[in-house]
């Protein structure tokens, strides 16, 4: 029997300390962490090494062993953070403050509730296997740096410096969801794929001279019109296996029945209401940035003096592109939209692919499981998720991920995340530490 009041306690004490250690990316410093996690684990017996790619930054693997009849499994979190804005917090967001059933801090959600969730599981692994119980895998705790950044010092490192050590047949890191509306929980959404983050730059050349004498070919309001045609305008849709039963499972359980109802005609053999479908699913923004390709722009610049016409202007876009789409296939798209020739479309950073993990996997399935033992008939969908993780690097070396922040979260909480006040209840973090220690003791033991 495990008394889970315990083990909760546990894992709010490991993530206050978590948070206390300031791991803003930049400049990251996740070397202490990774030594305080080692010590944890060497503690309890778990061997551990630390990993330092460059000055201040850190790396930790730890490994269970088990008996080596089938593959490891990973339990993979990040130690940096993003920035926290001090005179927006009600609390210091590096002081893990419990108030109100909740901890606050920055990391509480991502991704240090994560990394003392998956701790806290492999300490609570290693205590059975103490008692006697076999394992039939080694259980890999991983925690690298540079996540927020997307910097060269995270896990693209550690792949590239031990492969060796990260060799699974599955890994379980963030990426997915426990919806909870309305205090009831919806639906687990186990991340499976992800859209490939890119980047693009148009440049809007044109005659230069004082302000005084307005110009026709003006290189800021012919960048404004080039951003007004590519803004409104929507990429085609495409219907990855992935999304369809996404939207297929969660139909009938949705709480709007109008969008529950196009959710399910996303299935249907009617083309006609497919076409229906992916229109109204469209209008959500959530929604729609599952059905294809997004372009946001995020950043402006031109000029130098108020009363000067440049002669150049440009605007970032960030482009998220569906797994296996051709990027400049986009790029083609907008030149046309735009149809200008003094407007130029560069690819500033292209994203690199990564396949999709098989929604069919004993680790899929024992997620799925481990949900229902704690709440009966949940849902558990796959999922794409629109952001980028950790895991797309796994899956290009050949090990499945499934992303699954494990916390149920209402909206209001989940929209913390990398803002003031970021906080996670309690109760999440018991439920988050028991879907998890389910699932992979499900295919260890």
Request: net charge neutral.
């Amino acid at each position: 029997m495990i008394d889970w009041t315990a083990v909760r306690g546990e894992v709010v004490a490991h993530l206050q300390r978590l948070i206390q250690f300031d791991t803003t990316n930049p400049p990251g410093n996740e070397l202490p962490v990774a030594r305080y996690l080692a010590d944890v684990m060497s503690e309890a017996g778990i061997a551990a090494r630390v990993f330092e790619p460059a000055p201040g930054r850190g790396a930790v693997v730890g490994r269970l062993r088990g008996n080596g009849s089938s593959k490891p499994v990973l339990l993979l979190a990040h130690m940096d953070v993003v920035p926290a804005q001090r005179d927006q917090w009600t609390v210091d967001p590096f002081a893990g403050v419990v108030r109100d059933g909740y901890v606050y801090g920055r990391g509480a959600i991502d991704d240090k509730g994560m990394l003392a969730v998956n701790l806290v599981v492999i300490l609570m692994l290693a205590r059975a296997a103490a008692e006697g119980e076999c394992l039939e895998r080694d259980v890999v705790f991983v925690a690298t740096a540079d996540e927020e950044t997307g910097g060269p010092w995270g896990i693209g490192w550690l792949l590239n410096a031990c492969p060796e050590l990260l060799d699974a047949e599955f890994a379980i890191n963030e990426g997915g969801r426990v919806r909870v509306s309305n205090g009831r929980t919806v639906y687990v959404a186990v991340q499976t794929a992800e859209k490939v983050p890119n980047r693009l730059v148009l440049t809007a050349r044109g005659s230069g001279g004082h302000a005084s004498v307005p110009l026709a070919d003006n290189a800021v309001a012919r960048l404004g019109r080039a951003l007004a045609v590519v803004h409104p305008r929507l990429e085609p849709a495409r219907l990855l296996p992935v999304t369809r039963r996404f939207f297929a499972e969660l139909g009938p359980v949705w709480p709007d029945p109008a969008l529950g109802e196009a959710m399910a005609d996303v299935a249907s053999a009617d083309p006609a209401r497919r076409r229906a479908a992916v229109r109204a699913l469209s209008e959500v923004p959530a929604f729609n940035a599952l059905l294809r390709a997004g372009i946001s722009p995020t950043m402006v610049a031109g000029g130098h003096a108020p009363n000067v016409i440049p002669t150049e202007a440009t605007a970032t876009l960030n482009v998220r592109t569906l797994p296996e789409q051709n990027l400049d296939d986009v790029v083609r798209r907008l030149v046309r939209r735009i149809g200008d020739e003094q407007v130029e479309v560069t690819v500033a950073a292209r994203g690199h692919d990564a396949p999709a993990s098989d929604f069919r996997s004993p680790m899929f399935i024992a997620l799925r499981d481990s949900a229902r033992e704690l709440i009966p008939d949940l849902p558990v969908v796959p999922y794409l998720s629109t952001g980028a993780t950790d895991s797309a690097h796994l899956r290009r070396r050949g090990v499945p991920c499934f992303g699954v922040l494990p916390f149920p979260l209402e909206p209001g909480d989940e929209q913390r995340m990398h803002g003031p006040d970021e906080r996670v209840p309690l109760a999440a973090l018991e439920f988050g530490t028991k879907l998890v220690y389910g699932a992979v003791r499900r295919v260890v033991a």
